[in-house]
């Protein structure tokens, strides 16, 4: 199954310093084939935290697009829209919207469903029940 890469997962991969460097570019060694997906979202994100002067390794706004452009050049890369609402309750579960700092991820969920992905993240404590059509395989925790 396709994978839509979490903008912290984008940055890991983008950043050599970065804490889950290498076990984020391993783990994308081994599941390319399946290929992977990015989302405005999810590239506005990254290039928006990489490119600030407190990111640790800040990189200015042309660099960090051309990276990206360069990786979604690949056949492995496929663009996802913005195709889903978190206002649509027959995407989200809103009794599962615990927190405000959520919403992103259980959007970046649902997307990924409705788009035949899944969701690559870092975060465990993602409600996967809040994104309806969600299941086990919907979601992977590197």
């Given amino acids: 199954m ?31 084939d399946h290929g992977w997906a990015s989302c405005p979202l999810t ?17 200015p706004v042309p660099e ?12 492995h890369h496929r663009f996802i829209t913005d195709n889903v609402s978190l206002l649509n ?12 700092r959520q919403l992103t991820d259980i959007y970046l969920l649902a997307l990924a469903v409705e788009n035949g992905c899944r969701f690559i993240t870092f975060d465990r404590s993602i409600p996967i029940r809040a994104a309806k059509q969600a299941n086990a395989a919907s979601l992977t925790v590197i």
């Fill in 2 to 32: 396709r994978a839509l890469l979490d903008i912290n997962v984008l940055i890991a991969l983008f950043d050599e310093d970065h804490t889950h460097h290498v076990e984020t570019t391993g783990w994308l060694k081994e599941n390319i």
């Fill in 43 to 59: 590239q506005n994100g990254c290039i928006r935290i990489m490119s600030q002067s407190r990111y640790p390794n800040a990189v």
């Fill in 64 to 75: 960090i697009i051309a990276r990206l452009q360069k990786a979604v050049s690949t056949t």
């Fill in 89 to 100: 309750p027959d995407a989200i579960d809103h009794a599962h919207l615990l927190s405000p």
